[in-house]
């Protein structure tokens, strides 16, 4: 599977950015999806998780209610809707997928987007 993330950008605190994750190459209703990101000198973080079919989800305690994942199986599209977002949702965000799982664990994910730049300015 080839993914490719798009939409970061630059945004002020309070604002919001819907991500957008294209799949290519296999079979997208096959994958589970979920979005991780990465801030300069952290480790690598769950931020949430969709099903096959989108039906169910999982996210980071931390940003429930702010973040939400969707998928389009039609479109081969995951998404990540920010809302209200803050300075420390600063990060690199990247787009994964693994055959038949719903999980957040990273090392469960075979393919990984490029990733794609948030800034949060204060």
């Known amino acids: 599977v080839q993914l490719q993330a798009s939409g970061g950008g630059l945004v002020q605190a309070g604002g919001s950015l819907r991500l957008a994750c294209a799949a290519s190459g296999r079979t997208f209703s096959n994958y589970g999806m979920a979005w991780f990101r990465q801030a300069p000198g952290k480790e690598r973080e769950s931020v949430a998780a969709i099903s096959l079919g989108g039906g169910s989800t999982r996210y980071a305690d931390s940003l429930k209610g702010r973040f939400t994942i969707s998928r389009d199986n039609a479109k081969n599209t995951v998404y990540l809707h920010m809302n209200r977002l803050k300075p420390e949702d600063t990060a690199v965000y990247y787009c994964?997928?693994?055959?038949?799982?719903?999980?957040?664990?990273?090392?469960?994910?075979?393919?990984w987007g490029q990733g794609t730049q948030v800034t949060v300015s204060s």
């Open positions: 994964a997928a693994a055959l038949g799982l719903l999980t957040t664990t990273p090392s469960a994910y075979d393919y």
